[in-house]
T-cell receptor, first 115, second 117 residues
Framework: QKEVEQNSGPLSVPEGAIASLNCTYS??????FFWYRQYSGKSPELIMF????GDKEDGRFTAQLNKASQYVSLLIRDSQPSDSATYLC???????????????FGTGTRLLVSP | ETGVTQTPRHLVMGMTNKKSLKCEQH?????MYWYKQSAKKPLELMFV???????ENNSVPSRFSPECPNSSHLFLHLHTLQPEDSALYLC????????????????FGAGSRLTVL
């Protein structure tokens, strides 16, 4: 089982719709979860992070975390063509004997928002 | 300059060449990272430095050699690379190195696109 799994997409939504991006992870001990956006040919940029179960909202973006189900999602309301990008889920995974946690990324979900 | 800057942005090299990638962060962060991004694969962590000390070497081949002379600069020295090493190499920094007490947000540079012929 991969440490962080995402559907590669593309996920196609019309402008103005809600885009729902999902991510599952394998390490039950993970405490920190991140969503990054990566435009084609660009580097990843942080959208938001979440530590606690439940929802966290920031503008049009809502991150949802369910640790019992090992599931984190990102909702984008009122999707715009400029939201078209690859969305990377990243999770802190226990590094074992090293004593530190490492940030593990999923392969990303490509989102296409059509005008 | 602000943020994390990487040079060169594009590099083409032969398998016998020696080259270096450079990263500089202007954020006052204490930790720096090298990631490799290949098509259809997740970002792979290669090296982590915290306060100029290497704390992670993620089973990376010795043909990749990192160097961190101070907390603002990070290099990746390349020699006798293989065509499968062609990828986007991303440098990132964070305020503190990630420990079990919490996580930290990564700021990425624009990346160096490497092509090995």
């Amino acid at each position: 089982q991969k440490e962080v799994e995402q559907n590669s997409g593309p996920l196609s939504v019309p402008e103005g719709a809600i885009a729902s991006l999902n991510c599952t992870y394998s390490d039950r001990g993970s405490q920190s979860f991140f969503w990054y956006r990566q435009y084609s040919g660009k580097s990843p940029e942080l959208i938001m992070f979440i530590y606690s179960n439940g929802d966290k909202e920031d503008g049009r973006f809502t991150a949802q975390l369910n640790k019992a189900s090992q599931y984190v999602s990102l909702l984008i309301r009122d999707s715009q063509p400029s939201d078209s990008a690859t969305y990377l889920c990243a999770v802190n995974i226990d590094g074992g004997n090293t004593g530190f946690q490492k940030l593990v990324f999923g392969t990303g979900t490509r989102l296409l928002v059509s005008p | 300059e602000t943020g994390v800057t990487q040079t060169p942005r594009h590099l083409v090299m032969g398998m016998t060449n020696k080259k270096s990638l450079k990263c500089e962060q202007h954020l006052g962060h204490n930790a720096m990272y090298w990631y490799k991004q290949s098509a259809k694969k997740p970002l792979e962590l290669m090296f982590v430095y915290s306060l100029e000390e290497r704390v992670e070497n993620n089973s990376v081949p010795s043909r990749f050699s990192p160097e961190c002379p101070n907390s603002s600069h990070l290099f990746l020295h390349l020699h006798t690379l293989q065509p499968e090493d062609s990828a986007l190499y991303l440098c990132a920094s964070s305020q503190e190195f990630m420990t079990g007490s919490g996580a930290n947000v990564l700021t990425f540079g624009a990346g160096s696109r490497l092509t090995v012929l």
